[in-house]
């Protein structure tokens, strides 16, 4: 078991066993991220992406981000260091290399990104594939898979223990963008498949 920080609402701390523990379980464990090296993640404005931008910082990393035209701001606003409106620019061209990429939305493939790593640089994502699949297997040091909620759940408690640690320091902050009571969840449910979705969405029962 572990507590709800003091300093943060029970809104602000339902996103944390999604976006924040998966995305601490990739850059941790999976990505083995390390300070002072170069991350992109790729779907930065969503739950997983806000929440290893501030992750990745958190940890010491140089931050690229990649998102839509109207959610620059935001993402440089949770602490990005350079971000990439990908529907300007294609960040596999930028001439920027990275120890870790992070496709937080399959949107991308390392068959695009293997030309943008370090020699010992890794691409990692939480969204299967048969490409995934299969450059995990062939190439199982440059591609890396994991489903989080099949971890052991001893390994997820000390990760989930060390997230509420840093939110009652006040180093990690949840992006809210809509509430919705729990009668209005079909509508929620809408809204995520619109894809216009900033963050994270909260179900109130009140």
Not at 47 to 72: D, E, M, P, R, Y
Not at 73 to 87: E, P, Q, R, T
Not at 163 to 176: A, C, D, E, W, Y
Request: hydrophobic share 35%.
């Amino acid at each position: 078991m572990v507590f709800k920080p003091n300093n943060i609402t029970h809104v602000q701390a339902a996103p944390i066993c999604d976006g924040f523990l998966t995305s601490y379980s990739f850059l941790k464990d999976i990505g083995n991220l390390k300070k002072e090296q170069h991350i992109l993640i790729n779907g930065a404005s969503g739950s997983l992406g806000t929440a290893a931008i501030q992750l990745a910082k958190n940890i010491g990393a140089t931050v690229t981000g990649v998102c839509s035209t109207k959610n620059v701001d935001l993402v440089k606003s949770i602490g990005a260091d350079h971000v990439i409106d990908y529907k300007k620019h294609d960040f596999t061209k930028t001439g920027n290399f990275y120890d870790v990429i992070y496709d937080t939305v399959g949107k991308s493939t390392y068959r695009r990104c293997k030309k943008i790593l370090y020699n010992e640089g890794v691409f990692i994502t939480p969204v299967l594939s048969i490409g995934v699949l299969w450059h995990s297997i062939i190439v199982p040091t440059k591609v890396k898979f994991s489903a989080t909620g099949i971890r052991k759940q001893n390994d997820l408690k000390g990760l989930l223990t060390e997230l509420t640690t840093f939110f009652s320091q006040g180093k990690l902050n949840t992006i809210i963008d809509r509430t919705y009571k729990l009668e209005n969840i079909v509508e929620a449910h809408k809204y995520i498949e619109s894809g216009h979705k900033i963050g994270n969405i909260a179900i109130i029962n009140q």
